[in-house]
């Protein structure tokens, strides 16, 4: 998709985010804290990619998960920017940056954290899923 289309379907801050590696600031997304029973989907593309399942409190102020519903929607890139080597994140549909993923996480699961930026995500409430996505799992 060219720019102009991301730059009309997104807001400028996920615009920033999302198409320009960009980052909100810690405590200011509006996902970080949510505790609600769902999915979390790509805000470009709405790819699904975090069950709320998967995360958990990492005290960063970031959305954070031990791991995706599915591997294969992430990409991982090393991202040398800052003067440091972290792993990015991208939605493998859309090539959405997400956020970062770090060898921190829950030991007693992945020991990974997937890093998110609230404003790359939708979230979908569990009783707001379609009934193709209830009846996938069956």
Not at 43 to 72: I, N, Y
Not at 78 to 99: P, Q, Y
């Amino acid at each position: 998709m060219p720019e102009s289309y991301w730059k009309e379907k997104l807001t400028p801050h996920q615009y920033k985010v999302v198409r320009q590696k960009g980052t909100e600031r810690a405590f200011t997304g509006a996902l970080w804290n949510n505790h609600e029973h769902g999915r979390y989907e790509c805000v470009a593309c709405g790819q699904p990619l975090f069950s709320s399942d998967a995360k958990f409190d990492s005290g960063t102020g970031w959305p954070s998960f031990d791991r995706p519903v599915d591997w294969e929607h992430l990409e991982l890139h090393e991202d040398r920017s800052f003067l440091m080597t972290r792993t990015e994140v991208v939605c493998k549909n859309c090539g959405a940056h997400l956020g970062h993923v770090f060898d921190d996480g829950p030991p007693q699961t992945t020991g990974q954290r997937y890093c998110i930026n609230s404003c790359a995500l939708n979230f979908r409430p569990a009783e707001a899923e379609k009934p193709e996505d209830r009846s996938s799992r069956s």
